[in-house]
């Protein structure tokens, strides 16, 4: 069965982790949106290794790990990972296939970026403006740079010609045509799962605009993102902590007091991948969650970084919010009602220890009446925990 992992918060669910204990079920793992603004760090034989663009998946031997059209391509970026992948003899000469149709970042991108950043607070990746180029029609994708008079039609600076000329003749047996290479896997029942980066709250439709990313996290990015029929995924894991974190500007309705925001950054190492920036904590969002698990059609939740909690005396759930004196369960579109909200909460006793355990008999039974709650709440069933930083800190149900 071909599946989604998708977060339903505002990414570093912790998606990296799940997807290398995943791995074993399937045969594919395809990214579908975002760019080098995702990034997961793999350790592998003892080294971190972080991966921006590859799929993480790389580090499986035969798994095939395919970068769809949706995705925006930072040139330099990615020849440093395969770089770094040669480097640690990881065979995958015959396992990366990277979309003809994918979007290339520009340098132009990047002095563009510069302005949004300070707004947004962006990732400084070139992210916004190589999609907003693609919308505008004046892209450049991976199966241009086989043409050099093509390119000429376009103002680029020399310098990333050539690195452009390098890219094609070292890494050039890469770029192939996706679509037809996934609908050849999906004839022969090959199980693919499809990586989502970053969260449904940083959807450029359904996530708190304008403080999101620019692509669709949610589904309808793989069907844009890479050319898979929507009949073809059945299982969508949606991904969320048992708290909150955002990174960069933007309304964050349960965001914790610093003293706790510390306490709750300090445990769960929450300091972003890609820029190192100090991530905002806050409270489990469960009207985030039921609004996201609604419009990412989750089928099964994976709630992650329960150990983060440890030893909390007390854990607050929100459930409702209050904007302007009014009650509601249903999470608003406007960032200036977001930005008015005040969460309703409910709180549930803390536990003691929940690191490293392996079976749901063994948590303990405050852990559990979380979990229930989580469940009840949004109508879907918790299917994975995890409980730690290591690849078998994992309970599937
Ligand atoms: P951009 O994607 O670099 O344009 O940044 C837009 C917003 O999305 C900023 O608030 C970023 O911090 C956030 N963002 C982008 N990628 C990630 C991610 O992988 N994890 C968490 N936040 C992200």
Not at 49 to 69: A, E, R, T, V
Not at 157 to 163: C, D, G, R, V, Y
Not at 186 to 195: A, D, P, Q, S
Request: hydrophobic share 35%.
């Amino acid at each position: 069965m071909n599946a989604a992992l998708i977060g339903l918060q505002w990414g570093d669910e912790g998606k990296g982790k799940l997807i290398d204990s995943l791995m074993d079920s399937f045969d594919v793992v395809c990214r579908y949106q975002g760019g080098a603004n995702a990034g997961h760090t793999v350790i592998h034989d003892q080294n971190k290794i972080p991966l921006h663009l590859i799929p993480s998946g790389i580090f499986h031997p035969d798994k095939l790990c395919i970068i769809g059209n949706g995705v925006v391509i930072d040139i330099n970026q990615l020849m440093k990972e395969i770089k770094k992948l040669k480097e640690m003899n990881i065979d995958f000469k015959d396992r990366l296939f990277i979309s003809k149709r994918t979007h290339l970042i520009l340098p132009s991108h990047f002095t563009q970026e510069k302005e949004m950043k300070e707004e947004i607070g962006t990732t400084g990746r070139g992210i916004g403006p190589a999609y907003a180029d693609k919308m505008r029609r004046k892209g450049i994708r991976m199966g241009d740079i086989f043409s050099l008079d093509y390119l000429k039609s376009f103002d680029l600076p020399s310098s990333f010609i050539q690195t452009l000329k390098i890219f094609r003749e070292n890494y050039g047996h890469f770029i192939t045509d996706t679509v037809i290479l996934l609908h050849n896997l999906l004839k022969e029942k090959k199980r693919i799962l499809f990586e989502g980066a970053q969260g449904a709250l940083l959807d450029i439709d359904f996530g708190t605009y304008p403080y999101v990313t620019s692509s669709n996290p949610t589904p309808g990015g793989i069907l844009t993102g890479t050319g898979t029929p929507l009949n073809s995924i059945s299982r969508i894991i949606g991904v969320m902590k048992a708290y909150t974190t955002r990174v960069g500007k933007g309304p964050f309705p349960t965001e914790m007091d610093e003293k706790t925001q510390k306490a709750v950054r300090d445990l769960g190492k929450e300091y972003g991948t890609t820029t190192g920036r100090p991530r905002r904590c806050g409270w489990l969002d469960l009207v985030g969650i039921k609004y996201t698990t609604r419009i990412t059609g989750t089928t099964e939740i994976a709630l992650t970084k329960i150990d983060t909690l440890d030893g909390f005396p007390e854990i607050k759930i929100a459930n409702k919010y209050n904007i302007d004196g009014e009650e509601t369960d249903q999470f608003p579109s406007e960032v200036w009602k977001l930005e008015k909200v005040n969460p309703i909460y409910k709180s549930v006793p803390g536990w003691d220890s929940t690191k490293g355990i392996k079976s749901y008999k063994d948590l303990p039974r405050e852990t559990k009446i979380f979990i229930r709650y989580i469940e009840d709440f949004v109508g879907i069933k918790v299917r994975i925990i995890s409980t730690g930083r290591k690849r078998g800190d994992l309970i599937c149900v």
